[in-house]
């Protein structure tokens, strides 16, 4: 890893780099997960230092800003490499099937009012697989289940508990095809999840 682009991750987490120079490291940091670790680390530890200090209220401006992004596709960002390696998707087409989390008319119910998905086609490499996006309500679960095929979640939002593991933001779970699971949320938020898998077969008992 380049020494000058670490030097350069604290301006490019505050968003205070030029422009040009902002979009340049940008596209390095979208194509290194090891880039995306450190500017995950380095935004973590600059959250706690920020704790310490003395409030500074924000300009209109830069917090109308700050208010999009962090309710934006882009609040997802650190994870848009790895969604688009295993989805085999580009970065943008990622960045817009994330955009659709926000907007209500995407989402299509299920017959568990507390589920809720978003389907979208996956990249070639996942020809055959069932790829989308699986919302389910804080406090909720999801019921016991079996897969056709092997099975693969991220979470983006909330924590997915499963066999006594939490599985936060960025985590995730690879399941095999002949597991049988289920799993509830966390009471903090909604949890939601990009998935693809094989088939979906729901076991009682």
Known sequence: MKAELLDRLPEYVLGTLPA???AALRAEVEGSPDLQREVAELTEALSRSASALPPVAPSAATRARLLETLGGPDRFRPFFAELGRRFD?????????????DDPAAWEATPSPWIKLIHFPGGPALAGADAGFVRVTAGHTFPRHSHQGPEFAFVLEGTMIKNGRAYRPGDIDEVPTDEVHEYSVGPECDLVAMVWHHGIRFVKG
């Open 89 to 101: 998707l580009t970065v943008d087409a990622v960045r817009r099937l994330v955009g659709l989390v």
């Open 20 to 22: 040009a120079e902002l």
